[in-house]
């Protein structure tokens, strides 16, 4: 199979199937995005991204659009969450400075059309539900969609996310485990914050739960607000659902005033179960890999599961040009190879605090540098 002619399908056009399909086409291959919605909609709700993600969106020539449409906070002050006291104030670009690549917050419709610029237009396929797929002989893969239509493929990268029809046509597609804890998440207009001090990015940190409210761009014209707390999840699936209100400010009660009233303001807010799934190879069969949550979703206190997706599809496509595009089959194995040890560190600590508050060493995280790291051997 030569690189000019192997035709590589991206099941799920999000973070991870975006970053990859740019990637791709910039070191010449053909690929298709399939993506289930019949259109993108605006998700309301703000990410972040640290070094080691920001550092790819350079190589994809998104360095100044990412600083245009998102945000290097100027400050992030950690918070204890009662008294309100700065423990641990960071100057964020600092972080740029020290890694070579800054600390940015999106709004995560404005990070998607980011993303989307990067590809070459007609590259993305909408409403195709991938609903099953099968491997045929020689190289062909066989996809199949909700709609009744069909393509096929040389390669598959299953990027579409936690609940993988890719993973569970390749593996056991184990259900997502609930975390215990929901994430409470809104965006607040600007207008609606007059009399608070809030900076770029805020957390304020108690024992068993946290908030983080951080603006999304250089206008400041919109607020994040994600509140994470420790609560069964009541409904009959692991879909997100507007919140009630008193619920999620009873929870928060005991915090400061600055992020009471915050919360008091919200009035649009949606709940999320966090959910996570244990990193565990095989990620590949044959020619089919996978990469971001489809393999490794992981809970948000560290704030790396996009990222990770980020760094997945720079890692696959380094791994398809060291075999020069041409031996699929093991490229994606050392590709799984070269990410388990990075994505098992990056899962363990995301299951607690510590990194979030800043109180760890953040080098292994943020200096890691998934464009020249060494593959695995
Ligand atoms: C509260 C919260 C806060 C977070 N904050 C951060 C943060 O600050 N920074 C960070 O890096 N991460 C954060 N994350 C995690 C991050 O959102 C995910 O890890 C990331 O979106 C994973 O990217 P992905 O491309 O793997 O999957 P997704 O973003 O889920 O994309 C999957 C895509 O596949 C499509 N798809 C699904 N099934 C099919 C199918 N059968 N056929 C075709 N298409 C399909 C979907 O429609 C979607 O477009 C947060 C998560 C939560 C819950």
């Given at each position: 199979m030569s690189k000019a002619n192997t035709h590589i399908a991206v099941v799920g056009g999000g973070i991870g199937g975006l970053t990859a399909a740019a990637l791709l086409q910039r070191a010449g291959y053909t690929c298709t995005i399939y993506e289930q919605a019949p259109a993108f909609r605006r998700i309301g709700a703000g990410i972040s991204f640290g070094p080691n993600a920001t550092r790819v969106f350079y190589s994809m020539g998104l360095g100044r659009t990412m600083l245009a449409v998102g945000l290097q906070p100027s400050i992030t002050v950690n918070s204890e969450w009662d008294t309100g006291r700065a423990f641990n104030v960071m100057q964020t670009p600092e972080l740029g400075r020290r890694y070579g690549a800054p600390f940015v917050t999106f709004h995560r419709g404005a990070l998607h059309d980011m993303l989307l610029s990067a590809v070459k237009p007609n590259t993305i396929q909408l409403g195709k539900k991938l609903v099953g797929l099968e491997e045929r002989g020689g190289s062909e893969i066989k996809l199949s969609f909700e709609d009744g239509t069909h393509a096929s493929a040389d390669v598959l990268i299953?990027?579409?996310?936690?609940?993988s029809v890719v993973r569970g046509a390749i593996f056991e597609l184990e259900p997502p485990k609930y975390f215990g804890r929901v994430a409470y998440r809104s965006i607040l207009p600007r207008r609606v914050l007059e009399g608070l001090e809030l900076l770029d990015a805020n957390r304020w940190w108690g024992p068993d739960r946290y908030a983080v409210a951080y603006f999304m761009s250089e206008a400041r014209d919109e607020l994040n607000v994600a509140a994470l707390t420790p609560e069964a999840w009541d409904e009959p699936d692991f879909s997100p659902v507007v919140a009630d209100l008193t619920r999620m400010r009873a929870a928060f009660g005991g915090f400061n005033r600055t992020l009471r009233e915050l919360l008091a303001r919200c009035t649009e807010v949606s709940r999320w179960p966090i959910l996570t799934r244990p990193s565990s190879l095989p990620w590949s069969r044959g020619c089919i890999t996978l990469l971001g949550d489809a393999c490794h979703a992981m809970p948000p206190l560290t704030g790396q599961g996009g990222g990770m997706a980020v760094e997945d599809a720079a890692m696959l496509v380094r791994c398809l040009e060291h075999y020069g595009g041409e031996d699929v089959k093991p490229a994606l194995q050392l590709y799984e190879k070269s990410r388990f040890q990075r994505i098992t560190r990056t899962h363990e600590a995301s299951q607690t605090h510590e990194l979030g508050r800043g109180d760890t060493d953040q080098e292994w995280l943020y200096g890691y540098d998934v464009l020249s790291v060494p593959l695995a051997n």
């Open positions: 299953g990027a579409d996310g936690l609940n």
